[in-house]
Nanobody, 119 residues
Framework: QVQVVDSGGGLVQPGESLRLSCVVS??????????WNWYRQAPGKEREWVSG?????????KYADSVKGRFTISRGNGKNAVDLEMNYLKPEDTAVYYC?????????WGQGTQVTVSS
C-alpha cells in the first residue's frame, strides 16, 4: 500500500523559515518516474499548487509566483523523499501543505501539515 507522509509544519513568525518533508513508501513503480508536487490550502480557499520537481531529470523545479525566490524544493534524504525549504515566510503562507506523488498515471496525497505564520 502506497503511503505519503508529509511533515515539518509549525507555528513561526513572519520572516522565519520552515522545512517540510515528504516521504513515500510502498511504491511498486520506479522511484525515478515520480513527480513530486506541493500544494497548500488556506482556510476558506481552494487548494493551490506551490511547487513541483522530478528529481531524476534535468528539468528545473517549478514554483508558483507567490513563493518564487523564497521556497526551494529539492530531493530529501533518499530517493523516496522531497523537501520544501520555506524562507521569509509571510502570514499569507499560512495553510495546510500537502505533498502529492504522481507516478504511472496515479496520484497519491499526504495527509497535510499545518503551517501557521503569525506574530
Amino acid at each position: 500500500q502506497v503511503q505519503v507522509v508529509d511533515s515539518g509544519g509549525g507555528l513561526v513568525q513572519p520572516g522565519e523559515s520552515l522545512r517540510l518533508s515528504c516521504v513515500v513508501s510502498g511504491l511498486s513503480s520506479n522511484i525515478d518516474d515520480v513527480v513530486w508536487n506541493w500544494y497548500r490550502q488556506a482556510p476558506g480557499k481552494e487548494r493551490e499548487w506551490v511547487s513541483g520537481i522530478m528529481p531524476s531529470t534535468s528539468r528545473s523545479a517549478k514554483y508558483a509566483d507567490s513563493v518564487k525566490g523564497r521556497f526551494t524544493i529539492s530531493r530529501g534524504n533518499g530517493k523516496n523523499a522531497v523537501d520544501l525549504e520555506m524562507n521569509y515566510l509571510k502570514p499569507e503562507d499560512t495553510a495546510v501543505y500537502y505533498c502529492r506523488v504522481s507516478v504511472d498515471l496515479r496520484l497519491y496525497w499526504g495527509q497535510g501539515t499545518q503551517v501557521t505564520v503569525s506574530s
